[in-house]
């Protein structure tokens, strides 16, 4: 079956302009989760959606980052005014479910490499 | 603070050697312990996990042994092969929490086999 894709596969930017990211997790999953991967900072949890909750932002770097979640499928990272230091990989990763009691195996998409100039 | 360390960032090995790839946590909390496996140009893909109440399972080639007390993991590859060279990501969370099961990874080793 299908993974989890993500658009653009590669984006590149000038500083001070607004980025959208996408995800598309596995079908039926309903945890979707965030992740940054950049040199020096190796991968860091950004934030995390569980169907129709409220989501955990806990991750979010600065209030330049947002997300959300639409139908509780596809999910859109936004972040506005780049910075240099946003450069990095964005991961993007779903479950079946991210549930007490339960470890469901997360699957990454193939990311987005985000170059800020 | 980094609460998963990683070690060694880099790691060459001949083909057939049993690379080894440790890790160390700090948050007793953790109780999954999974070790992704990271292509070029790709996303990571889990490798094989455990819990703490073994201390060592084996999947294949591919043998994770987790010490509590010290709380240290670490991943043993035998039979290393040039299509094992990849980056390996050590992680934790915990599994029994309401909020999710995030990921904090470790900072990674980036393996070569050679033929």
């Known amino acids: 079956g299908a993974g989890v894709s993500q658009s653009p596969s590669n984006k590149v930017t000038e500083k001070g302009k607004d980025v959208e990211l996408r995800c598309d997790p596995i079908s039926g999953h309903t945890a979707l989760y965030w992740y940054r991967q950049s040199l020096g900072q190796g991968l860091e949890f950004l934030i995390y959606f569980q169907g129709n909750s409220a989501p955990d932002k806990s991750g979010l770097p600065s209030d330049r980052f947002s997300a959300e979640r639409t139908g509780g499928s596809v999910s859109t990272l936004t972040i506005q005014r780049t910075q240099q230091e946003d450069s990095a990989v964005y991961l993007c990763?779903?479950?079946?479910?991210?549930?007490?009691?339960?470890?469901?195996?997360?699957?990454f998409g193939p990311g987005t490499r985000l170059l800020v100039l | 603070q980094q609460q998963v360390k990683q070690s060694p960032q880099s790691l060459i090995v001949q083909k057939g050697g049993i690379p080894i790839i440790n890790c160390a946590y700090e948050n007793t909390a953790f109780d999954y312990f999974p070790w992704y496996q990271q292509f070029p140009g790709k996303g990571p893909a889990l490798l094989i996990a455990?819990?703490?109440?073994?201390s060592e399972k084996k999947e294949g080639r591919f043998t994770i042994s987790f010490n509590k007390s010290a709380k240290q993991f670490s991943l043993h590859i035998m039979d290393s092969q040039p299509g094992d060279s990849a980056t390996y990501f050590c992680a934790a969370s915990r599994a029994n929490n309401n909020a999710g099961n995030m990921l904090t990874f470790g900072g990674g080793t980036r393996l070569m086999v050679k033929p």
């Open positions: 990763a779903s479950s079946a479910s991210g549930t007490s009691g339960f470890v469901e195996t997360q699957y």
């Open positions: 455990i819990r703490p109440d073994v």
